[in-house]
């Protein structure tokens, strides 16, 4: 017979004496479960003792915690919260430099535990320790361990950044302009000014006064700080006003961060772990958020400077061409010009920028095509132009929504989303990479539209075709501008359209009876393999990043089903794992039977309760929940979505649910559609034998004919 659902059976360590094997009953108080455990062991005092996970981070066991103990946990007997705060106070203030930074020490690991935290940070610990930076007295290893004390005590939120004194945060600086300091003193320094200006905006303006992106930029050449360093500066840019975000984007680029990054991150000797990645997809998105401005801009038809600029492009495009004396026949030939340019409005062209997105953006993207490209530009307008009128590819149109998709495509304007590491290596491979982008890119347009024959009637057409390739080719994800272009050349309009067939496949080519009835034979035993794939991966595990108020490197977790599909493993780890994780490395485990059901999206518990996560649609998208007995959840945020239909799609079909996502759906199509292909192909190449000689009947009133084609 099972025991019941509030008893678990756990072990309780204490040093020097044997482990006591409890059924722990969960309805009865903590402090008569531990006031037992002491008798047991003839400790007196119980209040002043608590309990302890074994393993892991080694958590305080509360009221509010207890729930999460399993069947089969190992608990250590430890000092209570309040005691242990008590006493490493005292040996922090102690004269002993030995005591001092053993203390400090066990502060730091301590220090991540929330229940000791709120112990600590009642006893003003935070402001002795704080109290010690600011005297200067501390170096090395005890200096480190106070730095990530303080810092995992902030991180808890109970105390508010804007407390922190003008001179701790000079102290802090100090140690990150200083050319001569510890790896792990720099890496702590880095975190705590981080977190000073993204919670704080009072903060951020005394960090900015002390913190110059110049000595931001020497420490990237340090490959054990450089990805703190980049999160500061990444920071510092996304807390900046908008009027001083171009002043340090032109700083940025005058210190040639672009190339530093290119040379001793993304094509350094070590692989880019995912907080990198995710920093320099932050970047991106910061850097690319300049344009947003110019994206939202109109123009003013009445602007004599604009206007001087459209002038411009055509003047690049037919100089030679004396100016006629006289208003009307000037009219007259710049009418007919700007609609050689492919303008819409070929008498006041400077109405077509009038709508946002895109805005000026366009125009400045025609004009560096025009001035930079010029051999380029004058090629693709005289081409046009010298075409019959229907075929004619309008380029300025073309350049005005090529823009518009291109802001789509990479999100101009829109914020970062926490856990994306989408970043793309070829725009940090020049100075004016997002120009040279488009440049490549109308290039493309230009070439699809040959290539499909296209009249204006087919615009549209062309623009989704277009979009399809360069999205299409961004996935792959090029190192370069050059592969860019590489890339693009593969994907021509003939590829386009054989890829659609092949994806379609499915939908358009398989609609007759005989081959939907095959279809549905095929789909249980496609579905059972998906199952089963989704299975596996679930069994290799996966490593999910902890999401909280700031980005820490360390706070990653890892989840893995066992091999016999019956307990969900869990734990936390230091870094993310280059490989599989071992179970005996997973404290925590769930029951598959006691999952009750999963959430997604807005109906998780985590990201109904961290609003701060709400304008990051990509990260609702990515988050889902186990909710199992006795009402407990695992949140999770995936990493990416393929990750996220795995393991949403594996825990369903755990509990014996349809898997729905889209990886599914897609996967399913692919499968049948490979598996039909073969088993037609089969059919085609079977050898009939011939039949032998018909024996000859009595003529017969009726003659058939049968067509077999």
């Keep these: 017979m099972p025991p019941p659902a509030d008893i678990v059976k756990v072990a309780i360590e204490w040093p020097g004496a044997n482990a006591q094997l409890i059924e722990m009953d969960q309805k009865r108080p903590l402090t008569s479960i531990i006031r037992e455990v002491c008798d047991g062991w003839s400790l007196s005092g119980s209040e002043q003792f608590a309990l302890r996970y074994a393993d892991g981070p080694q958590l305080y066991i509360t009221e509010q915690s207890r729930s999460e103990i399993k069947n089969g946990t190992i608990l250590r007997l430890a000092i209570s919260p309040g005691r242990a705060a008590r006493q490493l106070l005292e040996r922090i203030q102690s004269h002993g430099i030995d005591a001092r930074l053993e203390a400090l020490k066990e502060l730091a690991k301590l220090s991540a535990d929330t229940t000791f935290a709120a112990e600590f940070i009642n006893m003003e610990g935070i402001g002795t320790l704080a109290r010690l930076v600011e005297s200067g007295t501390h170096f090395g290893e005890m200096l480190a361990f106070t730095l990530t004390a303080f810092l995992e005590l902030m991180d808890h939120g109970i105390v508010s950044w804007d407390l922190i004194s003008l001179s701790f945060i000079k102290q802090i600086a100090g140690y990150v302009n200083q050319p001569m300091v510890d790896v792990s003193i720099l890496q702590r320094s880095l975190a705590i000014l981080e977190s000073m200006v993204l919670n704080s905006h009072s903060l951020y303006h005394r960090v900015a006064q002390e913190i110059t992106v110049g000595q931001l930029i020497g420490h990237l050449s340090n490959q054990e700080i450089q990805t703190y360093a980049i999160a500061l500066i990444n920071a510092l840019f996304l807390k900046a006003p908008e009027d001083r975000r171009q002043e340090m984007a032109s700083t940025l680029a005058q210190k040639h961060l672009r190339s530093i990054i290119l040379n001793h991150v993304i094509r350094g000797n070590r692989p880019i772990k995912a907080e990198m990645a995710h920093q320099l997809y932050v970047l991106q998105v910061l850097t690319f958020n300049l344009l947003e401005e110019r994206m939202m801009t109109k123009m003013d038809p009445n602007d004599q400077t604009h206007r001087d600029v459209i002038f411009e492009l055509r003047r690049i495009a037919f100089d030679g061409e004396n100016d006629p004396t ?81 802001c789509e495509i990479l999100q101009v304007g829109e914020l970062p989303n926490e856990g994306c590491n989408d970043y793309h290596p070829m725009f940090f491979t020049h100075d004016r990479a997002w120009e040279e982008f488009f440049c490549i890119c109308i290039q493309l347009l230009n070439k699809t539209w040959k290539e499909m024959r296209a009249t204006s009637e087919d615009f549209n057409k062309v623009m989704q075709v277009v979009r399809e390739q360069i999205t299409r080719a961004l996935a792959m994800k090029p190192s370069s501008l050059d592969q860019l272009k590489n890339k693009l050349r593969g994907l021509n309009y003939s590829e386009i359209l054989r890829l659609r067939q092949s994806e379609r496949m499915s939908q358009d080519d398989f609609q007759s009876p005989p081959i939907i009835e095959l279809r549905e034979r095929i789909q249980p035993e496609i579905l059972e393999l998906i199952k089963q794939q989704r299975l596996n991966r679930l069994c290799e595990g996966s490593c999910f990043r902890k999401v909280g108020n700031r980005r820490r490197q360390e706070k990653f977790w890892f989840c893995r089903l066992s091999l016999n599909h019956k307990v969900l493993h869990y734990g936390d780890l230091d870094e993310s794992p280059q490989g599989e994780v071992p179970f005996e490395m997973l404290s925590d485990k769930i029951p598959v039977s006691d999952i009750k059901s999963v959430v997604t999206g807005k109906d998780c518990p985590h990201m109904k309760e961290k609003s701060a996560l709400k304008q990051n649609k990509e990260v609702l998208e990515l988050a889902f929940s186990v909710l199992y007995d006795p009402d407990e959840t695992l949140n999770f945020v995936a990493p990416n979505k393929y990750e996220y239909c795995i393991w949403t799609d594996g825990l369903c079909a755990l509990l014996g649910r349809e898997m729905s996502s889209d990886l599914t759906r897609s996967d399913l199509d692919t499968l049948i559609s490979m598996e039909m292909k073969l088993r037609l192909l089969d059919l085609e190449n079977i050898t009939i034998p011939e039949a032998p000689p018909p024996v000859p009947k009595e003529p017969s009133s009726y003659n058939f004919t049968y067509n077999y084609s």
């Design 326 to 406: 006289g208003t009307e026949k000037r009219k007259t030939l710049y009418a007919k010009d700007y609609k050689m340019l492919g303008f819409t409005n070929h008498v006041n062209p400077a109405m077509d920028f009038t709508q946002t997105p895109p805005g000026m953006l366009a125009l400045d993207n025609m004009l560096y095509l025009a001035k930079v490209h010029q051999d380029t530009y004058i090629r693709i307008v005289l081409e046009n132009s010298s075409r019959e009128d229907k075929h004619e590819c309008p380029f300025g149109r073309c350049a005005i929504d090529l823009t518009r998709i291109l």
